[in-house]
């Protein structure tokens, strides 16, 4: 049994398809359904039959349309892994931001986070991105949650897109994120004004110096 998510796509998806690609995205779906291994050959061929244009501000259409696939596997647990593991690992990048994107549709409790870390360790923004969802936000362990969000900030990904971050930001991100903060005012750099509501929540890590900027930048606001 698939666990469902409010991002759930597959109504969306399937309203903006025209009649020939929603036909063959139900068809690609029930051949899922009937045998697990199919989705090896068609999880490739979304893209030239649904088009890649965007669903949403969250999902493409191509992303939506895999996730239909995804969520079609009758399977589960440790089965469904090792079904969903090579897709991601085999995949293209745009296949890798479905299956990252549609793991919290998925019934895999944390048996993906091999692939959140292995997008989490590499430099591709749109799959760290894609892999900081409600799966991470779920599963990842605290001080990995506290780096993907500190390795966000040095690669330039707005952290209002770490999908739970208002729940679990604690004082040790809070000091990670003042210390690199400090880290940029030594270089003459600038501080990431998105910082500034992890710093506030715990204002003892907050120094002088970074009171001033952070005051300087309401100032200017």
């Not at 697990?36 to 949403?56: K, T, W």
């Not at 191509?62 to 995804?70: F, G, I, Q």
């Given at each position: ?6 991002t ?12 020939d ?14 045998d697990?291994?199919a989705?090896?050959?068609?999880f490739?061929?979304?893209r030239?039959?649904c ?9 493409s ?15 589960r ?9 090579p897709?991601?690992r ?9 299956v ?16 959140v ?28 949650f ?6 966000c900030?040095?690669c ?6 770490v999908?739970g ?17 400090h ?18 929540a715990f204002?003892?890590?907050?120094t ?11 100032e200017?606001a």
């Amino acid at each position: 049994m698939k666990v469902m998510h409010p991002t759930d796509p597959s109504s969306a998806v399937r309203s903006l398809l025209d009649e020939d690609a929603r036909t063959w995205l139900d068809g690609a779906a029930a051949a899922v359904a009937a045998d697990a291994a199919a989705i090896r050959r068609l999880f490739p061929a979304v893209r030239s039959h649904c088009g890649r244009s965007r669903l949403d501000a969250h999902w493409s259409v191509d992303e939506a349309a895999r996730a239909v696939l995804l969520t079609a596997l009758p399977l589960r647990g440790a089965a469904l892994a090792g079904e969903v593991g090579p897709l991601y690992r085999f995949g293209d990048p745009a296949e890798q931001r479905a299956v990252l994107r549609t793991l919290p549709l998925l019934d895999l409790d944390a048996l993906a986070l091999p692939l959140v870390r292995e997008a989490l360790r590499g430099n591709d923004t749109t799959l760290i991105e894609a892999a900081l969802g409600p799966y991470a936000d779920r599963h990842l362990p605290d001080p990995e949650f506290r780096q993907a969000v500190l390795k966000c900030v040095f690669c330039e990904i707005p952290l209002d897109r770490v999908h739970g971050l208002t729940g679990r930001a604690d004082r040790e991100l809070a000091r990670m994120l003042a210390d690199f903060a400090h880290e940029r005012l030594a270089a003459g750099r600038p501080v990431p004004t998105d910082v500034r509501p992890v710093l506030h929540a715990f204002p003892d890590v907050l120094t002088p110096r970074l009171q001033l900027v952070f005051e300087a930048l309401e100032e200017e606001a």
